[in-house]
Nanobody, 123 residues
Framework: QVQLVESGGGLVQAGGSLRLSCAAS????????VAWFRQVPGKEREFVGG????????YYADSVKGRFTISRDSARNTVYLRMTSLKPEDTAVYYC????????????????WGQGTQVTVSS
């Protein structure tokens, strides 16, 4: 089964950009929906956006529309989250997740998760 590893987090100033990566091992993302979630301590895990691997259809939370872009690289078996115009409220641990179903935003529907990568946006 697919195993996920996130990378690319770090410290960035407000208005800056980062690109997060979610690499799969064990198998490819073929047939999966892949999503990004974020979470801060004591808060609920929040849907950021997702992509259907096979069709490249994407869906984003209102809070990140126009600023974040999800894409994939089939050759690298990797999903990316390009984050621009970052705000302090974007600070969180970012997780990627995968499922073979069709739901987008409910974390309970995802059965494979990475360990997360920290994104910190300073004022």
């Amino acid at each position: 089964q697919v195993q996920l590893v996130e990378s690319g987090g770090g410290l960035v100033q407000a208005g800056g950009s980062l690109r997060l990566s979610c690499a799969a091992s064990g198998r490819t993302f073929s047939g999966y929906n892949v999503a990004w979630f974020r979470q801060v301590p004591g808060k609920e895990r929040e849907f950021v956006g997702g992509i259907r691997w096979s069709t490249l259809a994407t869906y984003y939370a209102d809070s990140v529309k126009g600023r974040f872009t999800i894409s994939r690289d089939s050759a690298r078996n990797t999903v990316y989250l390009r984050m621009t115009s970052l705000k302090p409220e974007d600070t969180a641990v970012y997780y990627c997740a995968a499922q073979t179903g069709v739901s987008w935003s409910d974390p309970r529907r995802y059965d494979r998760w990475g360990q997360g990568t920290q994104v910190t946006v300073s004022s």
